[in-house]
């Protein structure tokens, strides 16, 4: 299972953090809170395209991950908050490159019962920006409220 922290530093463990393609790209969920994430991904060579540099999809997914996150928090243990993309925009700004560690900052900057929206930033180790982005996002019936759904 990932390891999550919570505003508070509390270590956390859900199964809905557990996903195949998590594992496949190799991200994972450093910090969240109620209106935040923090995704970090160690860039490898099977991240890189055929030029030697991040594959765009790998901004776009970090960007979507972390602020996907950002607006479903759920802090009452045994019950989720999910939510689907309905868009969602990348700005690629800087190569990222094998070796590298890049860091997705996200926070849910508005929205109302059934759909929210977020920013997000991803930078290198090194402050250096990559990439940023904006999307929307439609919780799925049931997560509307803070207090979610039953795993």
């Known amino acids: 299972m990932t390891e999550l922290l919570n505003d508070l530093e509390t270590p956390r463990l859900d199964p809905i953090d557990v996903t195949g393609f998590a594992d496949l790209v190799g991200y994972r969920l450093l910090r969240w809170s109620e209106t935040e994430a923090q995704v970090e991904l160690a860039l490898t060579e099977r991240h890189m395209n055929r030029s030697g540099v991040m594959h765009g999809g790998v901004l776009t997914t970090l960007i979507d991950t ?6 479903c928090y759920c802090p009452t243990p045994g019950r989720v908050r999910r939510a689907m993309t309905l868009q969602l925009s990348c ?14 900052d996200a926070r849910k900057t508005g929205g109302g019962r059934s759909v929210f929206f977020s920013s997000c930033t991803v930078c290198d180790e090194a402050g250096k920006l990559v990439g940023q982005g904006e999307g929307v996002f439609k919780y799925r019936r049931g997560s509307e409220g803070p207090e979610g759904e039953p795993l």
């Open 66 to 71: 972390a602020s996907g996150y950002s607006g």
């Open 91 to 104: 700005q690629f700004i800087a190569p990222g490159f094998d070796g590298r560690t890049l860091i997705a």
